[in-house]
Structure formats: C-alpha cells, structure tokens
C-alpha cells in the first residue's frame, strides 16, 4: 500500500514510475474514410505466452488482430529509457463514429483514458476533400475522499494538470519553478489527505464493529483536524496506510488501543485499504495517440502536429480539470478535378473555333 501511495506521488512530480503501464496508438485515416488502428503495448514477448497476448491490453481484444513486433519507442522525449512495444493489435474501421475500444471496469475512470467518443467525416468539395477527426475524452469522474478545492485553486489545478502555454507567462526560470514547488507541496498534501481519509475510515469502521465505537465520538467529523494534527507524528511522512496511522493516532490520544485494533485485525484492514485504494490505479496508466491524416493538415488544436500527422498524449492527470477535445482538419488535392474543370473551360473554347472554321 506504501509503495502505492509513493508512485502516485512520484507520478505527480512528472517522474515516471518502472510499474506504470504504457500503450502507443498508430491511426492511419485512408481516403476513402476508413481508418486502419495499430495499439502498441508495452510488453516484451518473450517473456509472456502468445495465449496471453490479448491480456496485455485494457480493452477487448476479440475483434482485433494480435501479433508482435520488433519496436523500441521513444515514449516521450524528456523520459531517458526506451520502451520495449512489441505486442501489437491491429484493425480496420470502415466508419468511425463513436468508442472503438470495448474497456471494461478493471480499473476505475480508465474508459475516460482508451475509450474516448471519435469521429471522423469526408467531405467531397470538387478541387478538394476534406477529413474531418474529432475525439472526446471525458474528465474523470472519480470520486476522491478529500476535495482538491481544499488544497489548489482552479487556477493551480489549470497549471498543474492541463497543457498549458500559461506556466511561464511572464516568468523566468526560476521563478517558475518556485512556483511549481509549491503547487506540487500542496498538491502531494492532498494525495496524502486521501490517503488518509481512506485509513481513517477503515479505523473507524473496525472501532465500530469490533468494539462497540469506543473513540467514535473523537473520531467523528475531524478528519481534517486530525491529519493536520498528526501528519508529522508519523517516522514516514508518505506513509498513511491503515498502520502507520494507527500508530499515529496512538501519539495523538496517548494510547495503544488503536495499533492493538489493527493489530487484532490486520488481514481485513490491509485487504479493505488496498481495496479503497484502487482509486490511485488509474494515474500508472498512460497512452500516446499518433494520427495520420490524408493529405495536408490545415487546421488543428493541438500543438505538437506536422503535415500530416498529429501526436498527443493521455493520462488521468490530463483529465483531472477538464475534457480533452482533439480537432484535426486535412485536405487532399482531386487533380483530376482540375483536369476537368480546364477541360470543361476549353472545350467551348475549341467547339467555337472548330464551327468558325468549318464557315
């Protein structure tokens, strides 16, 4: 449960942890509106039976193609080590509109990450056709113990989760980071309040059942009292796990009763704290989209795009404030199009001069 806790605060600090999981997603739009979709896992073959292929990946695997592949990809250029993606599953879409990933409910808000709401439409418009992509991926709609209100204001949640030219607006280094250091203090305050919150409530509970709520009345409504109470009572200030604050609470109140309650107890409250805590699965989740259009791209909303391709990148944090909307407009020249009109232009042109002649 510790370790839990660690990485998603070291997932906070834009570190990325050895546990976490990655997928690459390759979509190529043909011009007649079809789409072929390549989903890289971060796996190494290997290592794990071909039988298993289909496990590897968070959603439903029946209808797609599963093989492996010899790739070494560069996830993200401020992360040092490569990544080993060589299970692929792979698809035709002949119409795209609406989820094309069948996730299920393993990990809760991870739909909101591989499940979005995509589209895509063609438009004939006679020198030219136009592509349309859209893709909507909701916020994340988890429910957390502490209200993140408590600690950021909208506008640090702005800075810190969203993609944002905003950070260093007036800025300089330093001062940027300063004030990122304190964002990044209050917000780990918050991950441990969570934390806290989650033991808490297992404490209480097991005070009620097996003892009748002996300290109910001093636990009752002093949650945040007692974590900023005893938050520095704890040998590891990143530790909130049932233990840990047992032992804390037992500074707090001078007492024994509450490291004796866990102890008596220990099987139910570490399977109900790694169950309450699941909540934390989805932030080692992280999936990259690199979409092909055809022809040119002429009109997009994300920054990181080229002539004719787009790259953006998904994770739960990015979908902590606000919904990711993409938006990609292309267009292909019809030469034949061109040909005709010319051809169209002249061809009375030539009809005139033929019949003149013929007088």
């Known amino acids: 449960?510790?370790?839990?806790?660690?990485?998603?605060?070291?997932?906070?600090?834009?570190?990325?942890?050895?546990?976490?999981?990655?997928?690459?997603?390759?979509?190529?739009?043909?011009?007649?509106?079809?789409?072929?979709?390549?989903?890289?896992?971060?796996?190494?073959?290997?290592?794990?039976?071909?039988?298993?292929?289909?496990?590897?990946?968070?959603?439903?695997?029946?209808?797609?193609?599963?093989?492996?592949?010899?790739?070494?990809?560069?996830?993200?250029?401020?992360?040092?080590?490569?990544?080993?993606?060589?299970?692929?599953?792979?698809?035709?879409?002949?119409?795209i509109d609406g989820v094309l990933f069948k996730v299920g409910d393993s990990v809760q808000g991870i739909r909101n990450i591989f499940a979005p709401e995509e589209k895509v439409k063609r438009k004939f418009c006679w020198f030219y056709t136009c592509y349309y992509y859209s893709a909507i991926f909701n916020k994340m709609d988890i429910e957390l113990p502490v209200d993140i209100n408590k600690y950021l204001t909208p506008e640090e949640q702005h800075l810190?989760?969203?993609?944002?030219?905003?950070?260093?607006?007036?800025?300089?280094?330093?001062?940027?980071?300063?004030?990122?250091s304190e964002i990044q203090n209050k917000f780990d305050k918050w991950i441990n309040h969570c934390q806290f919150s989650i033991s808490l409530n297992i404490i209480k509970h097991l005070d009620s059942i097996k003892y009748g709520g002996s300290f109910q009345q001093s636990l009752a409504g002093k949650d945040d009292l007692l974590f900023n109470e005893t938050c520095n009572l704890s040998e590891d200030k990143n530790d909130y796990s049932v233990n840990a604050v047992c032992e804390s609470l037992d500074k707090y109140f001078d007492t024994t009763y509450f490291s004796i309650l866990y102890s008596e107890n220990m099987d139910y409250a570490n399977v109900a704290e790694n169950e309450k805590s699941r909540i934390f699965d989805v932030a080692t989740y992280h999936q990259k989209y690199i979409l092909t259009m055809p022809g040119k791209i002429y009109k997009c909303n994300m920054e990181q795009y080229g002539n004719d391709n787009v790259e953006w990148d998904v994770d739960a944090y990015r979908l902590m404030n606000n919904d990711i909307v993409i938006t990609v407009k292309s267009k292909t020249i019809n030469y034949w199009a061109f040909a005709v009109t010319i051809i169209i232009l002249i061809l009375p042109v030539v009809l005139f001069k033929r019949k003149n002649t013929v007088r």
């Open 1 to 95: 449960m510790k370790n839990k806790i660690i990485v998603f605060a070291a997932v906070s600090m834009l570190l990325f942890a050895s546990c976490d999981t990655y997928y690459q997603v390759n979509s190529v739009i043909n011009k007649d509106g079809s789409m072929y979709r390549e989903t890289f896992a971060n796996a190494d073959s290997s290592k794990i039976s071909q039988k298993q292929w289909n496990k590897i990946f968070v959603f439903d695997t029946e209808e797609w193609n599963i093989g492996k592949t010899d790739s070494v990809i560069k996830y993200r250029s401020d992360i040092e080590e490569d990544y080993l993606f060589n299970v692929v599953a792979s698809r035709t879409f002949d119409n």
């Open 160 to 180: 810190w989760f969203d993609e944002t030219r905003d950070i260093c607006n007036g800025t300089n280094g330093i001062e940027t980071y300063m004030m990122l």
